[in-house]
């Protein structure tokens, strides 16, 4: 067998290095290498090839929450971006295969904006409002929180509270990403404000207002609930969304604020993405990278002027950073490194084989990164240790559904749907039209299997996190059934219910949430949405469950 060829000052891998079985008698032109040139496989072809799979279709939402009824003319429901984001997010989440040759997480399409109407001034009814009916902003939520609670079943918990917004925004919609839980508050980001709800009545705190609409936030906060949230420079189509500010989660007080600097003619401010660990906060965006100082705003170092190749991304999370770059060699070979918070230094290197770009980060610590090839059309999940060498890699059978991409402009960001410990790696699985999906546990070690969880009954599971010997996941409602949060022992084992949502009523409103942000904190759970319509009717923003 011809061994592949290293890149430079890398040793050979070792045996096993995570082959990737591709289909059985593979014909030229198929995407899949011929034998001996994939530098993550020594193995031969030895599993069928599995085709892209889609994730559930959210269940109709109900009448009255801002969304169209079933079968409404397409243009009266998700925004044209909302649409198109979608449809790349679930084709990247749909063939990320383990266990097999073809990768297509490097999925063409176009996520540009289309041209946007310019954004309006905030009016009187643009904030959340208390009551599911009206949106009027008058109402506390009781009548309507009883309401949810009818038809719960023995044994099901409750809802706590839901929050509607009615924003009158631009055509395509507006943005509503960031969700923080502190203390007993929950913040969440509609558009142009922050508002703070106390987490057992849901009863306005604080709101903070930005003067255009916020662009980029990160669930991450310092020790003291400090974070950073960006916002565009200009209300119109060419604005640039590089202005930082300072928020303090805890009282609402907005700290600095501070306009991202260029570094270089090419540093186009297009979906930043962030990242805080410590006191630092990295901001990533197409290709360029700089780290600034969260209490002051003062800049820490950047691309410009980090050594050899180029960092296009500085991942911070839980402690750690590191930078994935660029060399700008004949291959312009990636290269990932750990990054000092405050200095950007490095200690060691890992150089990824000619023509591999890492195209997901599981988990700082430890390192585990999703790396693939667009053009041969392969991928694997390298597990590095603290010294940058690699451990092993990881291979199973399986179709993952990781979300881990935020769109074609987007830096890589640690993924919010998988989860990882100290020694294990939790993947969901796509769960395809009228079939459980599974929770599969990987072994970092080996890079076997564990074992694997099935949801059950045509339900889908996903990781929340995992800590103390247990994963925490969500097991996503039904029309008809409230969701779950489930532990389960990271030695595997049945699922242990730790929250029951309860039926009835909720269960249609809590399935309708698309690509929801989810929370499980204190005991309660948090489900809020992402994107909001804005036609100036009530939507669901943010629906709480607890004991």
């Known amino acids: 067998m011809t061994e592949p060829p290293q890149p430079p000052n890398q040793p050979p891998p070792p045996s096993g290095y995570g082959h990737l079985p591709g289909p059985p008698q593979s014909a030229p032109g198929y995407g899949h290498p011929p034998q001996g040139e994939n530098p993550y496989a020594q193995q031969p072809p030895t599993q069928p090839m599995h085709q892209p799979a889609w994730g559930p279709q959210p269940a109709a939402p109900p009448a009255g929450y801002g969304y169209p009824p079933p079968g409404a003319p397409q243009g009266q429901g998700m925004p044209p971006k909302k649409r ?193 660990t410590g006191d630092t906060v990295a901001v990533s965006r197409s290709g360029t990278a700089s780290a600034f100082k969260v209490s002051t705003g003062d800049k820490l170092f950047g691309s410009a002027t980090a050594e050899g190749c180029k960092p296009d991304s500085y991942v911070a999370h839980s402690g750690k950073m590191i930078a994935i770059s660029t060399c700008y060699d004949d291959d312009m070979t990636a290269e990932v490194s750990d990054a000092d918070p405050v200095t950007g230094k490095k200690t060691w290197t890992y150089r990824l ?69 100290a020694n294990t790696l939790y993947l969901p699985t796509v769960a395809e039209p009228g079939k459980a999906n599974e929770i599969v546990a990987f072994d970092l070690g080996t890079g076997k299997v564990k074992w694997r969880t099935p949801a059950g009954d045509k339900r889908t599971l996903t990781p929340l996190g995992a800590a103390n010997g247990q994963l925490i996941a969500y097991r996503h409602a039904e029309q008809d059934q409230g969701g779950e949060v489930v532990s389960i022992p990271a030695a595997g084992g049945q699922p242990t219910a730790l929250l029951r949502n309860p039926s009835g009523a909720a269960a249609p409103i809590e399935s309708s949430f698309y690509a929801p942000k989810v929370d499980y904190v204190g005991g309660r759970l948090y489900i809020s949405a992402s994107r909001l319509l804005a036609k100036g009717k009530d939507e669901k923003l943010l629906m709480v469950f607890g004991k």
């Not at 939520?141 to 038809?151: H, M, P, Q, V, W």
């Open 84 to 276: 198109m984001t979608v449809i790349i997010a679930a084709a990247v989440a749909g063939v990320l295969v383990l266990g097999a040759g073809a990768y297509a997480a490097f999925a063409g399409g176009d996520d540009k904006d289309p041209k946007k109407p310019v954004a309006q001034s905030p009016g009187p009814d643009d904030k959340p409002s208390n009551s599911a009916d009206t949106g009027d902003g008058s109402g506390n939520g009781s009548k309507d929180d009883e309401d949810l609670n009818a038809g719960r079943k023995q044994g099901e918990d409750k809802v706590l509270w839901l929050k509607t917004a009615k924003v009158d925004g631009p055509g395509l919609g507006v943005d509503s990403e960031g969700q923080w839980v502190v203390g007993d508050t929950v913040v969440k980001s509609v558009w142009k404000n922050l508002t703070a709800y106390g987490s057992t009545d849901g009863k306005e705190k604080w709101t903070l207002a930005f003067p255009t609409p916020i662009c980029a936030v990160t669930r991450q906060t310092t020790a003291e609930a400090k974070t950073v949230v960006m916002f565009k420079d200009g209300e119109g189509d060419s604005a640039s969304c590089n202005q930082m500010r300072q928020v303090d989660l805890k009282s609402g007080k907005e700290g600095w604020t501070k306009e991202v600097p260029k570094e270089g003619l090419f540093d186009i401010m297009t979906s930043p993405s962030l990242g805080i």
């Open 353 to 421: 084989p000619a023509k591999y770009k890492v195209t997901a980060v599981y988990s700082l610590d430890p390192l585990v990164l999703d790396v693939g090839n667009e053009d041969k059309k392969e991928r694997s999940i390298v597990v590095l240790g603290p010294d940058g060498k690699q451990r092993t890699t990881v291979s199973g059978e399986g179709s993952f559904a990781t979300n881990c991409s935020g769109g074609l402009f987007r830096s890589v960001e640690v993924c919010s749907t998988t989860a990882v410990d």
